[in-house]
């Protein structure tokens, strides 16, 4: 399995499939399509011309943090270690442009995610009530990188 940070716009679509496809709430094909890679860096994990997973951070250089919009392991990678995999080479580009603390936001019942998020140092910071489309509640964590 091959993790590389995606700086060419022509494979965000590529990526993007494996949004629309497994994540709760996927991005639509126009809100990949206006990604602004500048703002943001994306992490595919890729092999075989197949993409198993995905990171991407907005970039807030002012405020030294990343903000992750979203993490995603193909249902037949996960528990293998590929989220953390993806979360390693993420954090070690992060810190190279002075990044130093993440935060997210995540849906309060998602145990699995929580759990990976408080190994990764992150700590509650407040509930978001009806933060999604479907509204259900998020919660607000945060944590250095």
């Not at 992060?94 to 935060?103: A, M």
């Not at 998020?117 to 964590?141: P, W």
């Amino acid at each position: 399995m091959q993790i590389k940070k995606i700086t060419d716009k022509t494979k965000v679509q590529f990526i993007s499939k494996l949004d629309l496809c497994f994540f709760k709430y996927p991005w639509t094909a126009k809100q990949w399509l206006e990604l602004n890679l500048k703002n943001h860096a994306l992490f595919a994990a890729t092999e075989d011309g197949q993409c198993f997973g995905l990171a991407l951070f907005k970039l807030l250089p002012l405020e030294e943090k990343a903000h992750l919009l979203k993490i995603l392991v193909h249902p037949k990678m996960r528990k293998k270690g590929l989220a953390q995999d993806l979360w390693n080479s993420a954090k070690k580009e992060l810190l190279t442009l002075k990044l130093n603390e993440f935060y997210l936001e995540v849906e309060e019942d998602n145990d699995p995610a929580i759990q990976f998020y408080v190994k990764q140092g992150a700590n509650y910071l407040n509930l978001n009530r009806n933060f999604y489309s479907d509204g259900a509640n998020a919660l607000t964590m945060s944590g250095p990188l």
